[in-house]
């Protein structure tokens, strides 16, 4: 009856039935085979594919799915290429991974989860592309590199050499479920990117290589490298492309500069830092957010992005700094940070710095090399302002402000907008670091600063000096400050209408001994500024005085000379001239020269001498006649101040002309 009842179903529900039976043979077969008996061609085969001996050395257990399989094997040995520093690829008590089955019709190994127990790995990179973790005998083909999504371990080391990156790191882990979240701890010890690195911290011990879906990855991490310390603390979706960072950090430093080596980042030298924020990760995309800390003596706070998923890094953001002090803006031209600055920041290794005192016959403007090879490395947009400025010592600038761009090698500091002595200081500077040397231009105007801002004491006698007007427009080639300097062409100048200051300065410039006696008898009193002006032409370093009058209602100041950028000498001559007749006079040229470290000041000896002496032999015969000798008749006329004003206006044709053309081409149309 059963018989008849089979016989009269359909065809396709007996092929059905069939597979149904052989589906539960295969699974019955497959949970209850000896796979152990399998290991050893498994070894075979494996070393014969790779190239490398593979042994499991105790157990090997499978459990088959439907989509893949999970592989527990109790005693493991992957060797690496004979090339490699490690003889292991990797080596622990127990491996168990999950494989997906459907690839390696591909040849592709997907490992959605691997967990090793005690494992020591040994991980290598070569220059040309050779990994000891890509599986076939071509360790440089890429495809052979097994895409792994949870990584496990409990304890171990791992040693990580990459000599081309200047990477050789050695890494000890430990588990221990009393620490919560946060159960593997791991100290790191080696050099990165040429530096000695240590590191420290805990971490979860589930490690998202590749797993979308999961959740964030824990980490905490305290590391060194050279004088950089980090402290961050945060989670990480996909550690294998350092995707997914959300983390809180503190990063402490000599200078923001040695993080170029580190991160790719070119930012300038700058004093010691202490900075915090927030950094976040998206695809290429790394943010700072709520950027805040010290520069040296100097607050910032802002917001900072630095964008990868362009063919040149971007960097871009906002930077204010609420007081900006003098001393940490040295670093930025190739000076040391002063003492004050260098130990601003605790925790951090004063860098050198300054001397206090200055060597006989040192050089003044900084001659250290800049770097600006590293200006290649990424383009940026940067916007930073200075509320206040102190510690300005004889410059006195109150705030500042300035847009900081930086494309395909060329940097240009536009706008640049200082406030000086009430006066405003604007421009531009730009270097083309593509070129080497550095083609360096730059071009400023001052405006409406007043004198006695730049002398205090004239200041607090009540003098006003009226405004005081001024341009730099110099170009040139450096690869720092003293060289470009010291080669540069242009028009310097700085002019001045109309205003008063206490006569006791031109008193002893011009050594008239009348008013010095009525200066000591009335006390001070204020004598009119007709007009001033100092004009430079610059032809390859070398200053000429193109214009320098100082106009007085008791004299005036004519000057001759040079100043020379690339020796950092002086050889002036000053002549005044009285306009009021006096006794007890001894005009004569002063003489200026010396260095720009070690100026020194004088008279022009001969007439002083012969003045002294004609005085020294009447006296002899009547002592008034001796006083004779000694009058000023006042042959000191009033200068053409709107001839003087606008000389200085005007470069000499030729070099200084065209090297003031080719810096104000550096600003913005």
């Not at 001996?53 to 109790?74: M, N, P, Q, Y």
């Not at 990477?167 to 701890?185: E, I, K, Q």
């Not at 006696?517 to 204020?526: A, E, M, Q, T, V």
């Amino acid at each position: 009856m059963a018989t008849n009842v089979l016989r009269d179903r359909p065809l396709w529900l007996k092929l059905l039935a069939a597979f149904v039976l052989l589906l539960a043979a295969l699974a019955v077969l497959l949970a209850f085979f000896p796979w152990d008996t399998l290991r050893g061609p498994v070894n075979r085969y494996v070393s014969e594919k790779t190239g490398r001996k593979f042994e499991i050395t105790r157990r090997l257990d499978v459990g088959i799915g439907l989509r893949g399989a999970t592989v527990k094997a109790d005693g493991i040995e992957f060797a690496n290429p004979p090339w490699a520093r490690e003889p292991y690829l990797v080596k622990a008590e127990r491996a168990e991974f999950d494989i997906r089955l459907w690839p390696l019709v591909s040849r592709k190994v997907v490992i959605p989860r691997l967990a090793l127990s005690s494992p020591t790995l040994g991980l290598q990179i070569e220059p040309d592309g050779r990994r000891t973790w890509a599986l076939g005998k071509d360790t440089s083909d890429a495809g052979t590199v097994p895409v792994i999504g949870l990584m496990q371990v409990d304890s171990g080391a791992v040693d990580f050499l990459a000599t081309h990156l200047g990477v050789d790191l050695h890494a000890d882990v430990s588990y221990d479920t009393s620490r919560g979240t946060l159960p593997l701890s791991y100290r790191i010890k080696g050099r990165y990117k040429g530096q000695p690195l240590t590191a420290e911290g805990r971490t979860g011990n589930v490690l998202q290589l590749k797993a979308a879906g999961q959740p964030p990855f824990p980490l905490e991490v305290d590391a060194a490298a050279g004088q950089t310390r980090l402290k961050a603390s945060g989670t990480v979706t996909d550690f294998a492309d350092l995707d997914g960072i959300q983390a809180t950090f503190d990063l402490k430093g000599q200078t923001l500069g040695a993080l170029f080596p580190l991160l790719g980042i070119a930012l300038p030298e700058t004093s010691p830092y202490a900075l915090s924020g927030e950094l976040r990760k998206r695809g290429k995309l790394w943010e700072v957010a709520g950027l805040k800390g010290r520069l040296g003596l100097s607050d910032i706070a802002g917001d900072m992005r630095f964008d990868k998923a362009g063919q040149v890094p971007h960097l871009a953001g906002e930077l204010r700094s609420k007081v900006m002090d003098m001393d940490d803006l040295g670093p930025l031209i190739g000076l040391p940070p002063t003492e004050r600055s260098a130990k601003a920041v605790e925790g951090v290794a004063p860098p050198p710095t300054i001397k206090a005192k200055r060597a006989p016959g040192a050089k003044v403007l900084p001659s250290a090399k800049l770097d600006f090879e590293r200006l290649r490395a990424m383009n940026a947009e940067v916007k930073y302002t200075a509320d206040r400025i102190r510690n300005v010592r004889d410059v006195p600038l109150d705030r500042g402000s300035v847009q900081v761009k930086l494309n395909n090698g060329v940097l240009t500091l536009d706008p640049l907008d200082l406030g000086v002595g009430g006066g405003k200081l604007a421009g531009a500077i730009r270097i083309d670091g593509a070129k080497d040397p550095a083609d360096i231009r730059a071009s400023l105007d001052l405006r409406g600063m007043q004198l006695a801002r730049v002398f205090p004491k004239l200041e607090t006698t009540g003098n006003s000096v009226g405004r005081l007007d001024g341009r730099i427009n110099l170009s040139g080639a450096g690869n720092s400050v003293a060289n470009w300097l010291g080669g540069a062409s242009g028009d310097v100048a700085v002019i001045s209408g109309r205003g008063q200051f206490g006569n006791l300065l031109p008193v002893f410039a011009t050594l008239v001994g009348g008013d010095i006696i009525k200066f000591l008898l009335r006390g001070d009193r204020n004598v009119e500024l007709r007009c001033a002006a100092m004009a430079f032409d610059v032809n390859k370093g070398l200053m000429t005085g193109r214009t320098l009058v100082l106009d007085t209602t008791n004299a005036v100041f004519y000057a001759t000379g040079q100043a020379n950028l690339a020796t950092e000498t002086l050889d002036f001559v000053v002549r005044p001239e009285p306009k009021s007749k006096n006794i007890l006079s001894l005009r004569t040229p002063l003489v200026i020269g010396g260095t720009f470290g070690s100026p020194t000041g004088g008279v022009k000896v001969v007439p002083l001498a012969g003045r002294g002496l004609a005085a020294l032999a009447l006296g002899t015969v009547n002592p008034l006649l001796g006083l004779a000798a000694t009058i000023e008749t006042g042959p000191g006329q009033d200068s053409d101040c709107k001839g003087v004003l606008s000389e200085a206006n005007r470069p000499t044709p030729g070099a200084p002309a065209k090297g003031a053309a080719r810096a104000k081409g550096a600003r913005q149309p």
